[in-house]
């Protein structure tokens, strides 16, 4: 196919989606298995059962189940390919015909379409790539680098045969999903143009994919791709879906596909949803709005895709949504709105915080100090600060072996905190969901955003922007003006040159010491909070975070939970989304003596004669409270 040929098609598919429902064909297995195909067909009784092998030995076969799905109605064919990486054809022997595969069943797909496709009505290939046999969060057997090849193979082989668009489906850890796209990213990058790419994710009976991701922190992971469309298919029929497709349409900038079972089988193994019974249930999606793209999985035959092409032509596509919106995953899915501000960030498994973490990480006690992770979810963190940044160790070497752990044990989204690219990068890959980079700033210029964006953009974290800049007498923004002045300067650069969303910009104001006694910090507390509400104000798309604890660096440790969180009240207020603490000791605002928030607040505020020497006068001796 050539250049002019292939954005003829690209922009042919994308007018159709946007025009009408698209209907995608049925189960292939089935379509096979009805066949009764004998091992010869198959080449040999040592490659019987592989169906991706039916290509080459069989390609009347699958070139007529194309056309029996296009005859039904089906606009848009799978290739033949859901097994067909190296690493699953490697059970056959066949890893080295896995782009020879790809590509010949793309082709049949191709010659099918031709024979259906109109001017009016063109006929379109998905390359069906599989979520192979290996999952690398949950079976293991594979790494992310390893996976990233057998993707990158498939797609060549797809690509060389004429599919319109790469449909990444039945996934079951999303990580596998980043190693796919990465992977085609890869061959993107040889060819010169974009493939267009769609995602559909499998989610079990139990609400959840095997790795235990929802659909809404599926979306969130996957939001910063220009995806075709995103969606769900096998595992149930659509009565199952309802929620995750409801719910999938009220969040994706992207089209929406629903393609389920027939029906949950029997114990025989037999699917028992009828071509109306699934017309139906699809055809109330259809009408709520919810749907661009439906087609049928296990169980399904050409008379189910034909009953869901009818109901198709009764109903206008649903529109994909565009809203700004500050999303987070891991395991589990997170917003970050005015609703719940501020989100905690758990501090104690950095081993810059906390000697404790340290010095479970020095000993080699990974399993340990991922308790620590562990325990911080269950005091309220919503997000685990991970640091490992010792200069007497290989941090790359560290943030690997704990977060092995850690992702075992915590859903929740995940903060990297690093000045590391390497580190950064290489975390990345053990995060199944849309995590956050802490930090990058202005101090040496534009270096550490040219260094860390490209990663972040890569596979869709957030960012932490600390307000400090080169300025040889300024750089770290003390004051409320230059706050706001060096966080409109990185907004700038951030949307408009590196194409960071303004919602992925999490601002760092900065918090200081403010009883040290250092003259520079005298009313820092203060600037900060104010610092904040102009920022809020400024740029209302962005979220902004601290660290609460440096606030207090310096005083008696039973006074510092109160200062701590007497300014983390008075931050929120002025519009705090998010804060860096440790939850096993923050005490609640309303619970502190009336007294000690007097104290506090005049520290802030630095009212009185001396507010220092006041609020250490009263905590000296005291003994911490446990909350």
């Known amino acids: 196919m050539n250049d002019s040929e292939r954005a003829r098609r690209e922009a042919a598919l994308r007018e159709q989606l946007s025009e009408r429902i698209l209907v995608?064909?049925?189960?292939?297995?089935?379509?096979?298995?009805?066949?009764?195909?004998?091992?010869?067909?198959?080449?040999?009784?040592?490659l019987e059962g592989c169906n991706e092998h039916l290509v080459l030995t069989r390609p009347d076969v699958i070139r007529d189940i194309h056309l029996g799905y296009l005859e039904a109605g089906a606009d848009v064919v799978e290739t033949n390919t859901f097994g067909g990486t190296p690493l699953v054809l490697a059970e056959?022997?066949?890893?080295?015909?896995?782009?020879?595969?790809?590509?010949?069943?793309?082709?049949?797909?191709?010659?099918?379409?031709?024979?259906?496709?109109?001017?009016?009505?063109?006929?379109?290939?998905?390359?069906?790539?599989?979520?192979?046999?290996?999952?690398?969060?949950?079976?293991?057997?594979?790494?992310?680098?390893?996976?990233?090849?057998?993707?990158?193979?498939?797609?060549?082989?797809?690509?060389?045969?004429?599919?319109d668009y790469l449909l990444l489906e039945t996934a079951q850890d999303t990580r596998n999903l980043k190693t796919g796209l990465l992977g085609i990213d890869r061959l993107v990058a040889e060819l010169g143009y974009q493939i267009p790419v769609a995602i559909s994710g499998t989610i079990e009976p139990m609400g959840t994919m095997l790795a235990g991701q929802g659909v809404e922190a599926l979306y969130t992971s996957l939001m910063h791709r220009d995806l075709l469309y995103i969606g769900v298919n096998c595992a149930t029929g659509p009565e199952f879906m309802t929620d995750h497709v409801r719910s999938l349409s009220g969040l994706a900038r992207f089209p929406v596909s629903c393609v389920p079972n027939a029906g949950l089988p029997d114990e025989n193994g037999i699917y028992l949803e009828s071509p109306a019974m699934i017309a139906r249930t699809l055809g109330r999606f259809m009408e709520a709005g919810w749907i661009n793209v439906v087609g049928g999985c296990c169980g399904t035959t050409a008379d189910h895709i034909r009953a869901i092409s009818r109901a198709a032509l009764e109903h206008r596509p649903r529109r994909p949504i565009a809203i700004q919106r500050t999303l987070l995953s891991g395991i589990d899915?997170?917003?970050?709105?005015?609703?719940?501000?501020?989100?905690?960030?758990?501090?104690?498994?950095?081993?810059?915080?906390?000697?404790?973490?340290?010095?479970?990480?020095?000993?080699?006690?990974?399993?340990?100090?991922?308790?620590?992770?562990?325990?911080?979810?269950?005091?309220?963190?919503?997000?685990?600060?991970?640091?490992?940044?010792?200069?007497?160790?290989?941090?790359?070497?560290?943030?690997?072996?704990?977060?092995?752990?850690v992702i075992q044990k915590v859903k929740a989204p995940l903060m990297i905190d690093s000045t590391d690219a390497r580190v950064i990068e290489h975390a990345?890959?053990?995060?199944?969901?849309?995590?956050?980079?802490?930090?990058?700033?202005?101090?040496?210029?534009?270096?550490?955003?040219?260094?860390?964006?490209?990663?972040?953009?890569?596979?869709?974290?957030?960012?932490?922007?600390?307000?400090?800049?080169?300025?040889?007498?300024?750089?770290?923004?003390?004051?409320?003006?230059?706050?706001?002045?060096?966080?409109?300067?990185?907004?700038?650069?951030?949307?408009?040159?590196?194409?960071?969303?303004?919602?992925?910009?999490?601002?760092?104001?900065?918090?200081?010491?403010?009883?040290?006694g250092s003259a520079e910090y005298v009313g820092s507390a203060v600037e900060t909070?104010?610092?904040?509400?102009?920022?809020?104000?400024?740029?209302?798309?962005?979220?902004?975070?601290?660290?609460?604890?440096?606030?207090?660096?310096?005083?008696?440790?039973?006074?510092?939970?109160?200062?701590?969180?007497?300014?983390?009240?008075?931050?929120?207020?002025?519009?705090?989304?998010?804060?860096?603490?440790?939850?096993?000791k923050l005490e609640r605002y309303a619970s502190i003596p009336e007294v000690e928030r007097q104290l506090a607040e005049d520290l802030i505020w630095n009212r009185g004669e001396d507010p220092v020497a006041a609020f250490a006068a009263h905590f000296k001796g005291a003994r911490v409270r446990t909350c």
Request: charged letters at 25%; one cysteine or more; aromatic letters at 6%.
């Open 24 to 46: 995608l064909d049925g189960a292939m297995g089935t379509a096979i298995q009805n066949c009764n195909l004998t091992a010869e067909d198959f080449g040999g009784s040592d």
């Open 92 to 163: 056959y022997g066949l890893q080295d015909q896995a782009v020879e595969i790809n590509r010949v069943a793309a082709m049949l797909a191709r010659e099918a379409c031709e024979v259906y496709s109109t001017p009016d009505r063109p006929r379109f290939v998905a390359g069906s790539m599989g979520p192979t046999t290996k999952s690398i969060t949950v079976t293991g057997g594979v790494t992310f680098d390893a996976l990233i090849d057998h993707y990158y193979l498939q797609a060549k082989g797809l690509i060389e045969g004429g599919a």
């Open 333 to 405: 899915f997170l917003e970050v709105s005015d609703d719940n501000r501020p989100l905690l960030v758990g501090e104690r498994t950095n081993v810059l915080g906390s000697k404790q973490f340290k010095r479970l990480i020095a000993d080699d006690q990974f399993e340990l100090a991922s308790e620590i992770a562990r325990r911080q979810v269950k005091g309220g963190a919503q997000v685990i600060d991970i640091g490992l940044a010792d200069p007497d160790r290989n941090e790359l070497a560290d943030i690997e072996r704990f977060l092995t752990h």
């Open 428 to 516: 990345l890959t053990w995060c199944q969901g849309k995590a956050i980079i802490n930090s990058i700033n202005l101090e040496d210029g534009e270096e550490r955003f040219e260094r860390v964006v490209p990663i972040a953009r890569k596979f869709g974290a957030a960012l932490v922007v600390g307000c400090i800049d080169e300025d040889p007498l300024q750089g770290m923004a003390v004051t409320r003006e230059r706050k706001l002045e060096v966080a409109g300067r990185a907004r700038e650069l951030l949307t408009n040159r590196y194409g960071v969303l303004e919602e992925d910009i999490v601002f760092d104001p900065l918090v200081f010491p403010c009883a040290t």
């Open 529 to 584: 909070i104010e610092g904040i509400r102009l920022i809020k104000e400024a740029f209302p798309a962005t979220r902004t975070i601290l660290g609460i604890s440096n606030v207090s660096f310096g005083l008696p440790a039973t006074g510092r939970e109160v200062l701590n969180s007497v300014f983390l009240y008075h931050c929120t207020k002025a519009g705090l989304d998010m804060a860096i603490v440790n939850t096993e």
